[in-house]
């Protein structure tokens, strides 16, 4: 985790207490005030983690550190906070309790992600650790735009598709070292104060950025700049589009590259051909091509829903556009 060293932080659903204790220490000569707060109430906690007694007591005694119990990351209040926003959320392995159900992982993410806008300072960052492979992100630690389709795993947490929905991008991921935090015991699994494992953990770091809408296709200069650069930390969704070549001499793969990059605004960032799916039909005298489009934003949050309504919008507009403009190609 980053350097903090002013401004205001709250940690969500902290477990033991122990990772806010060590954090706290860790920052008792900077300017920084702390809400650390865990989803139990009190006699829960102490209940479930009897290590978490001197923890709370420790920091309760702590003049820039205000503690609060029941505290639900998915429905977050200003008002629990005395109307105070935070730059800094970090929320450590959230996790819904029992054996991992994906489905509930991703609700209760979906949730904080929801949540924590209510609380977050404009120019907020939110740092998220998840256990190794939970985020879905199999791209290496601190790899960068490239030619590459990134290899998101869609059969995890697929944090940042949800992240997306509630106007956030990820801006950064780090490793995770619980090593770098003296005192702090990892705590919950199976809901118990078993620990677990944490090598390879990532934390991630998100910022705020504009939910897109279906509604437009509008071009976006800086999108356009990177056509066939894809990111590792954003969203993408492919999605398959046929055309008869209505003149086999033409160079069909540098007209659409053109057409559909600037129709879709700049967030096709990549069309590949299909040539598998290629075929000549008798009946019509024309070629059938099918190109698979990378639809991806790396600027603004992209939902499947929205990429699905632009794809639609797209085809609407190829084919005003390409009877216009005398393309010699047929949307099939
Ligand atoms: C695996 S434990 C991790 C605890 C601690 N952050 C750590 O690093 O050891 C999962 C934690 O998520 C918390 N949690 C689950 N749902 C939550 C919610 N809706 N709001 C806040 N915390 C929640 C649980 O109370 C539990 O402490």
Known sequence: MDQITNGHVLILGDGNLSFSLA???????????????????????????PTSRSNIDYLGAMPNVRLRFETDATRLKLEWFDGQLFEHIIMNFPHPGGKTNLRKCRALLSGIFESIPAVLAPAGRFLLSLAPKQSGLSSPIGSVISSEVPAHNKDSWAVIYLASYSGFLLQFVANFD????????????????KGFHQTGSETMIFTRATVLSASSLTADEQELQYFDQLH???????HDVSFWLL????????????????????????????????????????TSVVYRLVWQSHFACLTRECCRD???????????????????????
């Not at 619980?178 to 104060?193: D, E, H, I, M």
């Not at 797209?314 to 099939?332: A, G, H, N, Q, Y």
Request: glycine content about 4%.
């Open 178 to 193: 619980p090593r770098a935090y003296p005192g702090y015991t990892c705590t919950g699994y199976l809901s118990q104060s």
């Open 23 to 49: 954090f706290v220490k860790q920052h008792a000569a900077d300017g920084v005030h702390f809400w650390c707060t865990v989803m139990e109430s009190e006699a829960e906690l102490i209940n479930r983690y």
């Open 232 to 238: 590792p930390l954003r969203p993408y969704y492919l």
């Open 247 to 286: 003149n086999e001499d033409a160079d069909h793969a540098s007209l659409l590259k053109h057409w559909l990059v600037q129709i879709s605004g700049g967030l096709v960032k990549r069309l590949s051909p299909l040539p598998e799916l290629q075929y000549k039909c008798s009946e019509r005298n024309a």
């Open 310 to 332: 632009r794809q639609n919008l797209l085809r609407e507009r190829i084919t005003v556009v390409f009877s216009d403009e005398r393309v010699p190609l047929e949307l099939r």
